[in-house]
């Protein structure tokens, strides 16, 4: 009898510790999940095409830890010239809420597809918001934005329209 409420009891126990094993993996799956899958949009989405410097021309050959902290190559149109921002600064300043409660609302200038931003889902625009936050603040702002007519003293990929009529 002794012998058995052991054996019970052995087992109890074992049962419980793989229980309490199994949800602490599980756990930490979970929570590094949308960081992993943050890192595969900014990847395919081509948030790092635009906002990681050189990443284009390095056919996307850049380390990590400079990635998307913005870019001094100006997108120049009609429009004006634009700047890819420094997400890193940029996800520093606001928190998830807010990141959520902006997207719907942006009309950035070109070249920005900021049409893409609000049709992801709201898990991959978690996912990029934990990305970005988990690689920490990095690198300076880019350069402010510059109206029509105004001529930018930095390199810039220049869009020309095609003539009207
Ligand atoms: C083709 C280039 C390009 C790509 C691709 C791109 N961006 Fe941008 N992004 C820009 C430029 C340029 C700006 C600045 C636009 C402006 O000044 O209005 C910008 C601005 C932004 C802003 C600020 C929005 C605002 O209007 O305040 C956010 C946030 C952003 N990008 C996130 C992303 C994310 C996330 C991705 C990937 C899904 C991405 N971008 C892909 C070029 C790009």
């Known amino acids: 009898m002794k ?67 913005g870019d001094s190559l100006g997108w120049q149109g009609p429009w004006g010239t634009t700047y890819p921002i420094n997400l890193r600064l940029y996800m520093q300043n606001i928190t998830e809420e807010q990141w959520l409660q902006t997207v719907p609302k942006l009309q950035s200038r070109p070249p920005m597809p900021f049409y893409a931003l609000q049709d992801m889902s709201q898990e991959d625009l978690v996912a990029i918001y934990r990305f970005v936050r988990s690689l920490g603040p990095a690198g300076t702002a880019a350069p402010a934005y510059l109206p029509p007519g105004v001529e930018a003293s930095l390199p810039v990929v220049r869009f020309i329209p095609p003539p009207q009529g």
Do not use: Q
Request: net charge positive; aromatic share 6%.
């Open 3 to 69: 012998r058995t409420i052991g054996v019970i009891l052995t087992v109890g126990v074992a049962v419980l510790a793989a229980i309490v094993l199994f949800n602490t993996a599980s756990t930490a799956d979970k929570k590094a999940a949308p960081i992993e899958r943050g890192r595969y949009l900014a990847k395919i989405a081509g948030c790092n095409d635009c906002h990681t410097p050189g990443y284009m021309a390095k056919n996307g050959k850049v380390d990590e830890a400079v990635w998307l902290t």
